[in-house]
């Protein structure tokens, strides 16, 4: 018997679940900090070794 109250499938709702979707909007934020740390991290390297 089936059950009298089935709820209904949606395909709207099941759709998978995308990380990268919610990383783009960030990446006029991210990129030039990550840059800006790179930077940082190798000038340190190469004042250190001088």
Avoid: R, W
């Avoid at 099941?14 to 940082?40: S, W, Y």
């Amino acid at each position: 018997m089936s059950a009298p109250h089935a709820a209904p499938h949606d395909s709207a709702n099941t759709a998978p679940h995308d990380v990268v979707e919610e990383i783009v909007p960030m990446m006029p934020i991210v990129l030039p900090i990550a840059g800006a740390v790179l930077m940082f991290l190798l000038a340190f390297i190469a004042v250190s070794m001088a």
